[in-house]
């Protein structure tokens, strides 16, 4: 590898780190790290280290993302040290754990995806494992291909790489094998009974007539299902299980049905399609699947896939470990109720961020190590249900951010402030208190200044305030939309509060877009979006497109578009 392209790299990782910013003095000593023997030629590393920065820092943190993933896709792994902090996995052998994400792709990636992911690669990574991403997609009704690209691209934003991708759509001849082999050994049937009817008597635990028809027959019925000779909802092929067993899912559930309707990827050519429990039992199996993390709802069905592997002869079953879905409050990941506030125009898109979907969750400014910080945090398999609340997964996205986002001045519904007698001043402020690599910005003033709407109506003739960095003044007084004040010198005075500030003449208009629940005590929340105008310091224009800064004393906000100065409000 050349140099400009380990420099390239090793910006690339920085800047990712850092909130899209890459700093020289990192990319150097990593540079050196990488190549001790080019200590020789510093100036040569310096100035490499610098050209790099310079284009990495031109692009957006996606890009950064992106051409990261492409060139040096090891250095997006989650981090090492954290994996120690998991529980350990119950028969788990290092070297020996194979664990999967098993999206289904008819919809869109969700929060809750993201930590049942997450929880299964830290595990398998913990163990030395390796992972499958598999695509559940044998429902060609429900699947659609840009979501399998929202899963893709979702896992790849939070640092999971999988070592094998499969569908399960691309084994359905091998399905049709195993189906037939059930029934060779008459543990399958075709069933031609109406639905109601099936449902009816899988509720009294009572067998249908077809339940007693021979291997043979069954046999030439398979076939004329796959031949075509029955429309989808006339026949389908059952599971001989148990019709008293306590766990209805063992009543002999449906192993095939037919659906007439074009797949993404098969297109029309299978119209017979196994269902979930079997494409799984089998896939875990070809797979080697080893340990199985999944939500509770799944719970009753190890059994069901336990007996139909052992019924094939597939005797190697996984370890199941089952836990609480992870909801958030307020914010239903249901996409049935979802679609209904899109349909109701109250949200734009699956990418709103209001949304649980992991588009949304990143346009809110969530970064993809607060989602892992917090996941490891609740991992403890309970299997109560429970909901968290927001300001927990907040919490540790601020604590990441903190000492990585540059602070601005932003001043919400602002009102001008003319301070007589105020010189004419330049100053350099740094863009953070004490990560002093995120440099700093010159604020040029004169007299006249806006302030926060909010800061303007707290104040009262006679008190004194601090326009941070710059100067103090006295209020003298409040008329309409203007405050009129008196200079008291630039240095620090005691007790003073500090407010934000912008110069008059110039400043940059700001739009910020903050969001809530969109659920409060199960009613569509009115108040969900709210959005807030101000005026922010000329720097704001040097903000990219992903990039999340702290407006002072408002919140993080990350920029939501190139052309406008338009944010998005993460938290305080
Ligand atoms: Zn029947």
Redesign the pocket.
Known sequence: MDLDRIALKWALKNAVEHNGRAMIGPVIAKILGERPDLKSDIASVRRAAERAVERVNSMSLEEQRAMLMEIAPELLEAKRVEEKRLPPLPGAEPGKVVTRLPPEPSGYMHIGHAMSGLLNYLYAKMYDGRIWLRFEDTDPRKVRLEYYESFRRGYRWLGIEWDYEKNNSDDIELFYRYAEQLIRVGKA?V???PVE??RR?RAQGEE????SLGIDENLSLWNEMLAGSFLEGEAIL?LVGDMKHANTTMRDPALFRIIEHRHPLTGNKYRVWPLYDFAVSIEDYLCGVTHVLRTSEFALRDELQNYIRSLLGLNRHPVYIEYSRFEFKGTPVSKRRLRTILEAGLAKGWDDPRFPTIEGVRRRGILPEAIREFTIAQTGFSYAKREYDWSLLFAINRKILDPLARRLFFTPNPVKLLVEGAPKASIEAPYHPSNKDLGSRILRTSSEFYIAGADAERMKPGEVYRLKYLLNFKVLEICGSQVRGEFLGMEPMKDVQIIQWVPADEYVEVEVLVPDVLYLNDEINPESLRIVKGFGEKAVETVKLDEIVQFERFGFCRRDSESKALFIFAHD
């Open positions: 049937y069933c031609t009974c009817k099936i008597l249908c007539e077809h339940r059952r």
